[in-house]
């Protein structure tokens, strides 16, 4: 396939509000498979077009409707359809109450655990059994972020059940 029809089709999953993609979903938007798409995909990747976020996964970076916040809509993409929501050091960080800044993006998820290194960051999803967490008025859709995101009071369970470190957490 020619890297031109691929940007053009691209950008019109762009119109609509598509920026992130399996490899997959590569299938029905080229025409290709095996060998051949595995080809499109890397020329794709040497000219910018695409960038590989994680295995498995690509994102279109020229996306106008690339969110402020892309490793949250990854971290809800990449789990669904299970629950997740940002919580433990790195919202603790954001609300003041971890005085440093952590590198890695964290979320509890009702999915596996994993750790994803991507050109946009580092994101951990750690496990947790509870469901019907969204129900409770201690998560909180945040709609500039696109997430449900923990209180601080929250997190700071979620730290302490899933056994990490609480010697950094300072009340404000």
């Not at 960038?51 to 996964?57: F, K, M, N």
């Not at 440093?100 to 994101?123: C, H, I, K, N, W």
């Not at 972020?145 to 302490?160: K, M, P, Y």
């Amino acid at each position: 396939m020619k890297l031109s029809y691929l940007l053009e089709r691209l950008y019109q999953r762009d119109e609509a509000e598509q920026w992130l993609f399996r490899v997959s979903e590569m299938v029905a938007l080229t025409g290709e498979e095996g060998a051949q798409l595995y080809l499109t995909l890397h020329r794709a990747r040497q000219a910018h077009i695409v960038v590989e976020l994680a295995r498995g996964w690509l994102y279109f970076p020229r996306a106008r409707s690339l969110p402020p916040t892309p490793l949250d809509q990854f971290a809800l993409e990449v789990r669904r359809p299970c629950i997740t929501y940002a919580s433990l050091e790195a919202e603790l960080s954001r609300n003041g109450w971890i005085p440093q800044v952590p590198t890695v993006e964290t979320y509890m998820t009702t999915g596996r655990e994993a750790r994803f290194d991507t050109p946009l960051g580092s994101l951990e999803l750690v496990h947790t059994k509870r469901t019907g967490v969204l129900n409770t008025a201690d998560i909180q859709w945040n709609p500039a972020r696109g997430i449900w995101v923990a209180t601080s009071e929250r997190a700071l369970r979620d730290l302490h059940r899933v056994g990490r470190n609480l010697n950094l957490v300072e009340h404000p």
